[in-house]
């Protein structure tokens, strides 16, 4: 094999060195994964549980090919806060929560269509209803709309939130090797440490309540429980069909702006590792499995999965392209979501912390949503593409600030957030109105601009 292709089987480096680098792939997906749970409410245990169990579904989707994690997604995070926002003393929305499970469970189904779709008809026919125009303007308005969140949590505490900034923002900007590629996880453990100090100190950085629950908690019990998994849900006597339908339609939008950062991950993946994954086991496949893992993990009460592009870095670094390493990196997540101290750990992590880390990465979603519009060189000199990107925004920051838009069908009553209008009104606009000329695979940097990671 030629040196520049890396070492794709792993057992020549001997299995103490395979653990090493599996421990270094979970190292680097942690940070991101345990901060979804953290901002949304969900189970920290259930979601580390299926970030291992849809990486090793994903691998097995792909036949073993694909050295891809999977670990929560960011898009998914104004889904949840518009179905199940936290509520105001800072605790989760349990009662909530499993109705926006459903939602993203629903959009994890989507990818299953669109890759059924992407086989039968190609992937240029298929994207060029989902074209730069409506998804750069739907990913700024993700990142705004969830904007006040993060400086309502940075009140609780600004020094505190400073330093998770600019530690973050260090790693970003002069971080090498691991430390550019875990910028979460240190701005997270930097500021968690200081704000540990100033409680042992007398300052008050931390909800003692949450402190209790750290002492009380075991060290082993299960990741999840029944009443939080979509099981429990649809067993309640008090089941609202309309609040189900209301979270299918908000959330299953999204799944667009997820897909086209799946094609970026994947294509990143593949350049990093020299063989083309497009092609060999197949996008339909890809997509198929980062679905069902998504479906898989919302049914159990945990958070939409996508590929991580933090472990696509740890591959450039390593030189070890073997998926091997990966699940012996998803078998470490399953073994820590068994550890009920461990999740009470990241549920004590300071609000102020929490504000700090999601300030950068709301900021840098809306930021990821300009890169797809200027780097596809959208013209902005054509009325039609500003006429839809102009009602795309005014709707989701509109309806978001306004309340959202609520029918009656039947009985159930329906209401639909500000995303869920502007993606649907987005799509049809971009149907109906005439000049087209999005094509879909004649720009690789445009057609792989989307990547939530920070």
Known sequence: MPQNQGIYDARQLGKPKMFVLG?????????????????TG???????????????LFHFITKGKVPAFLGSSFAFIGGYQAIAPMLEDGTPNDQMLPYACFGVALAGLMYAILSALFKVFGTKKVMRYFPPIVT???????????????????RSNWAIALIA????????????????????LLGVVGSYAVAVICQITGI???????????SDSAWIGLPFQFQDTLFGLFSRPDLDTG???TAAVTIMPLSLATMVEHIGDIC???????????????FHRTLLGDGLATTLASIFGAPANTTYGENTGVLALSKVYDPRVIRIAAGLAILFSFSPKFAALVSAMPTATMGGVSMVLYGMISAVGVRNVVE???DFTNSRNVIIAAIIMVLAIGINYSGAVSFQVGEATISLSGLAVAAIVGILLNAILPGKDYEFGTDEKGDTAVNFKV
């Open 243 to 245: 609040l189900l339908l």
């Open 204 to 214: 008050q950085t931390m909800d003692p309540a949450k402190l209790q629950a750290l």
């Open 42 to 56: 969900l189970s920290v245990s259930a979601t580390l549980l299926f970030a291992g169990l849809g990486t090793l």
């Open 268 to 282: 990143a993946i593949s350049s990093t590792c020299e063989r083309n994954y497009l092609q060999d086991p197949g």
């Open 136 to 154: 750069g303007p739907m990913i700024i308005c993700i990142g705004l709309t969830l904007s006040s969140d993060a400086i309502t949590n940075c």
């Open 165 to 184: 900034i600019a530690i973050v923002v260090g790693c970003n900007i002069w971080g090498k090797g691991m430390v550019k590629i875990i910028p979460i």
């Open 23 to 39: 421990v270094q792939h979970m190292f680097a997906m942690f940070g991101a994964t345990v901060l979804v749970p953290a901002l």
């Open 376 to 378: 596809n060189q959208v």
